[in-house]
């Protein structure tokens, strides 16, 4: 349910349209010879020399009209299945992070795939984490399979969908496909049950990742869902204004997904977007601000003008620490962004700006989620919760404790795991206690939980794309792996 819009419905035309002629008199750079192959077969005018391409509006808006608006991402477990239909708003943990806090030393360390299997099995088993991305990068895997390692590590640790941002060319999104194929039971299953999804990001202003392009297309010929990604930034990597920023990210979402489309009409895509604002201080990205919430609702509603599901970064605060900072960004950011109804958020468990894992951030991030979706659920009223046979027996003066319309309904009220309710005595005699608990409960999912292992064939086989994707990039040649 929408209860906040921060763009009328004549704003989003006038940005629309806007959008549209940026397209089309400035033009977007789509640094891929596929890419411009496609846009060249469809009218569009294409220079070779800067790979810029300008495309007329309607082909634009004819091309976006093949994008599905729902669909569904899979799971391993089917149970986890997870429908984007615009009546959920589901949570998945963030990436790629580059350091951990270590949740047995507290030490700052730089991540590995252990990091990235062990966060796996701790999001496997939190319900509030509704499918898996990358969240931290394998350093200490080679940088050309290093996406696949996290991939694997991560369809070991868990049976929820995974969605990965870490993929970034056609050779390993070739193997990332057939990876996902052999846990699905095949090409055609994986299209029936996409249980792998790929994000990729563009370059702002107004430019496409190559190679991510070339992913993206891959992933839409064998219908894994995509997602196209702006972080388009006030005042650098955007205009100053907001309004301005949105439609620059805009062209690039939109021109990538409308590639997509003429390439292979009704691919499963969706609209990616983390956009802020550049703090005039420091020129760093700030992770929280009150550009990040708006952008937050705006591109929500943006989605909603095309039609497509919405994946929106949330969390990821900028605070280094799970302190003040870090609970009013990503209160704020969860809120708004559940609030217009976006269907996927991201960022849990990631401080300064998505840079360090933190396992107690990602437990207390998962409190505020509960609280914001308790409160978006709103109150029901009828006659069971109008309760007027209890207040009748308890009367003027009386308590509820006993009553059995209390039992009932006593566990439907929310109750926090690390909301600190007690006396002020207690809280000084040990003021960290509460941040303990959200510490020991991860320790204790990393000693405890153990999802549904992989075949080992399957797994056997997962290592062996790997070894082979591995081999071709060494040879510096085009994959033709399956």
């Known amino acids: 349910m929408t209860v906040l819009q921060v763009l009328s419905p004549d704003d989003v035309r006038q940005i629309h349209t806007a959008t549209l002629d940026i397209i089309e008199s400035v033009g977007v750079r789509f640094p891929s010879p596929r890419a411009l192959d496609i846009w060249a077969a469809h009218g569009a005018t294409v220079d070779r020399d800067t790979s810029i391409v300008q495309v007329p509006g309607q082909l634009i808006e004819d091309a976006l009209r093949h994008a599905p608006p729902a669909y569904t991402l899979a799971a391993r477990d089917p149970g986890r299945d997870l429908p984007l239909d615009g009546a959920h708003v589901y949570l998945g943990t963030d990436g790629c992070g580059t350091e951990i806090l270590d949740p047995w030393t507290g030490e700052r360390r730089r991540s590995t795939l252990q990091d990235v299997a062990d966060i796996a099995?701790?999001?496997?088993?939190?319900?509030?984490?509704?499918?898996?991305?990358?969240?931290?990068?394998?350093?200490?895997?080679?940088?050309?399979?290093?996406?696949?390692?996290?991939?694997?590590?991560?369809?070991?640790?868990?049976?929820?969908?995974?969605?990965?941002?870490?993929?970034?060319?056609?050779?390993?999104?070739?193997?990332?496909?057939?990876?996902?194929?052999?846990?699905?039971?095949?090409?055609?299953?994986?299209?029936?049950?996409?249980?792998?999804s790929l994000l990729v990001c563009s370059i702002s202003p107004l430019t496409q990742d190559g190679q991510a392009v070339d992913a993206a297309l891959v992933a839409a010929e064998a219908a894994v869902p995509v997602g196209v990604l702006t972080m388009a930034s006030c005042a650098f990597t955007g205009p100053a204004t907001l309004a301005g920023a949105l439609a620059v990210g805009n062209a690039e979402v939109i021109s990538a997904l409308a590639l997509l489309q003429l390439a292979h009409p009704g691919a499963p895509v969706y609209y990616g977007a983390a956009q802020t604002a550049m703090d005039l201080r420091t020129g760093g990205y700030t992770g929280g601000g009150p550009a990040d919430f708006l952008f937050g609702a705006a591109t929500n509603a943006l989605a909603d003008f095309y039609d497509v599901p919405l994946s929106m970064g949330a969390f990821a605060t900028g605070a280094k620490a799970s302190d003040w900072q870090a609970g009013l960004e990503n209160g704020l950011s969860s809120f708004v962004a559940a609030a217009v109804g976006s269907d996927m958020l991201v960022g849990a468990g990631l401080l300064h700006g998505s840079m360090i894992w933190s396992y107690e951030q990602l437990m207390l991030d998962l409190e505020i989620h509960g609280i914001v979706t308790t409160m978006l659920r709103g109150i029901r009223v009828d006659e069971e919760t109008l309760a007027l046979d209890a207040i009748r027996a308890v009367g003027p003066g009386g308590d509820f404790l006993a009553q059995a319309h209390t039992k009932r309904h006593m566990r439907e009220l929310w109750q926090g795991r690390y909301m600190d309710r007690r006396s002020r005595d207690r809280w000084?005699?040990?003021?960290?206690?509460?941040?303990?608990?959200?510490?020991?409960?991860?320790?204790?999912?990393?000693?405890?939980?153990?999802?549904?292992?992989?075949?080992?064939?399957?797994?056997?086989?997962?290592?062996?794309?790997?070894?082979?994707?591995?081999?071709?990039?060494?040879?510096?040649?085009?994959?033709?792996?399956?």
């Open 428 to 482: 000084e005699a040990d003021p960290g206690a509460m941040r303990g608990r959200a510490l020991r409960r991860a320790q204790d999912l990393l000693r405890d939980h153990h999802p549904e292992p992989l075949d080992p064939a399957v797994d056997a086989e997962l290592a062996r794309i790997i070894d082979t994707s591995q081999t071709e990039a060494k040879a510096d040649r085009p994959s033709r792996i399956g």
């Open 121 to 196: 099995r701790v999001a496997d088993a939190l319900d509030e984490i509704a499918f898996q991305w990358i969240p931290v990068s394998a350093q200490d895997r080679p940088p050309e399979t290093r996406s696949l390692h996290e991939l694997a590590a991560i369809w070991r640790n868990t049976t929820k969908h995974v969605q990965s941002e870490s993929v970034l060319s056609e050779r390993e999104a070739l193997a990332a496909i057939q990876m996902a194929a052999v846990i699905a039971g095949g090409r055609e299953a994986l299209r029936r049950r996409p249980i792998l």
